[in-house]
């Protein structure tokens, strides 16, 4: 399945400005996340920004740059601003990549890219895991999805979903649907440009979800369990703490 890559970088962070410059192992993160988009098949990719700073450093490590109007909301405008700007073909399938994902694995990378190629595609392709304790569950910062038996979501939440009606250590550990999703999206120029230009739903405004916006518009999202463990991705300066222990670690991708 031929694809590219468009990781949205701004600096303008608001709980962690100019995150995606920070180093972790020495080097930036956004230089890691692009070495994951490389690694995954994916026959270009982009860095959409809209600071110079952040276009020098990219261009320093030799990444392709497309810079976008600093008022653009959202990373997805950001990425559809920037495939406008590039002239994309609609048929173009496009995968997402936050810029605060330094562990993302290129195998799901990939994956999401591949939906594209089933005979009845989605309108957007992501991915989601199960989720790891009951904390994690009740974290209003960690999005749930619930899906149907074909893996299309049924809803997003910061709230938790599905209901353990009956509570309790042994519910949570009998209950095989707990899932929390994974934000990196794959869709089509076409999907995504009719996107951007439908107006914030209630409910994306309620829960702070853009991808409400799509379910309420009708649209098929696929959300299959990741590949491959999909990391931590990068909020906080607490996150970025935690990533540089990853890495001095031992980081699975080198």
């Known amino acids: 399945m031929s694809f590219k890559v468009y990781i949205p970088a701004r600096y303008a962070s608001t709980r962690l400005p100019g995150k995606v410059l920070e180093t972790i192992g020495g080097r930036t993160m956004l230089e ?10 994916a026959t270009e990719v982009v860095i959409a920004t809209d600071d110079a700073r ?14 976008t109007d600093r008022e653009l909301r959202t990373g997805t405008d950001r990425i559809a601003a920037a495939a406008a700007l590039r002239g994309e ?4 399938v496009i995968v997402n990549l936050q810029g605060d994902e330094p562990f993302m694995p290129a195998a799901v990378i990939a994956q999401v890219a591949a939906q594209f190629g089933a005979p009845l595609a ?3 392709a992501t991915v989601c895991e199960p989720l790891r304790d009951r904390a994690e569950y009740e974290d209003p910062n ?4 619930v ?6 979501a049924l809803y997003f ?21 707990q ?18 230009a439908w107006a914030p739903t209630a409910l994306e405004i309620s829960e702070r979800l853009e991808q409400l916006r799509a379910l309420v518009h009708g649209a098929r999202i696929a959300v299959p369990d990741a590949v491959a463990p999909c990391g931590v991705g990068v909020d906080t300066p607490a996150d970025l703490s935690r990533a540089r222990a990853l890495r001095a670690g031992g980081s699975p991708h080198g």
């Open 32 to 41: 890691l996340v692009h070495e994951r988009a490389r690694e995954s098949g």
């Open 54 to 67: 952040i276009a020098r450093v990219a261009e320093g490590f030799g990444a392709r740059v497309c810079m």
């Open 89 to 92: 073909a609609d048929t173009q």
């Open 122 to 124: 989605p309108d957007i």
């Open 142 to 145: 960690v999005v749930k999805v």
């Open 147 to 152: 899906r149907a038996a074909n893996d299309l």
């Open 157 to 177: 939440s910061r709230a938790c979903i599905p209901h353990l009606r009956d509570g309790g250590l042994e519910a949570w550990r009998a209950g095989p649907l």
């Open 179 to 196: 899932r929390r999703h994974v934000g990196i999206y794959g869709y089509t120029v076409g999907f995504l440009q009719r996107y951007v």
